[in-house]
């Protein structure tokens, strides 16, 4: 059986690995204020949940889905799962937006905004990702 030679990461410079740190945790901290106010039932959650078609009993289940991605996003070891799984609760956003009719700009493209900055950020501090994606 052969095993597959990635070529060894070089060193990210310091600002580099700074700058993923500060988009991991601006979009960590999203991810938390998203989930809490779905889970604390906020008056703005139920008012845009029925403009976009959502049941109310949803709600508190998405909230706990987007908690618990976040902290597997922001956890290093278990990053890339709730990067992927952030891409698909994303998928679901923009899709649901897509239904809704809602604006292009500020409201349909926010997902893919945040996906970006997320593996961006998620790229820019973990040398083994880079490697696999970017090949260096």
Do not use: C, N
Request: aromatic residues 6%.
């Amino acid at each position: 059986m052969q095993t597959l030679a990635l070529p060894q990461p070089s060193p990210l410079p310091v600002p580099a690995r700074w700058t993923g740190r500060v988009l991991t945790g601006l979009v960590v901290l999203f991810l938390l204020f998203d989930g809490i106010i779905k889970v604390l039932d906020l008056e703005v959650v139920r008012t845009t949940s029925e403009q976009l078609g959502l049941p109310l009993q949803h709600t508190l289940t998405l909230g706990v889905i987007t908690l618990a991605i976040a902290v597997l996003y922001a956890v290093p070891r278990t990053a890339v799962l709730g990067a992927i799984l952030l891409t698909a609760l994303l998928g679901g956003a923009i899709a649901t937006h897509l239904r809704a009719g809602s604006p292009v700009f500020s409201h349909l493209l926010f997902g893919v905004y945040v996906g970006v900055i997320a593996w961006g950020g998620l790229v820019l501090r973990d040398q083994r990702l880079r490697v696999l994606l970017l090949g260096r």
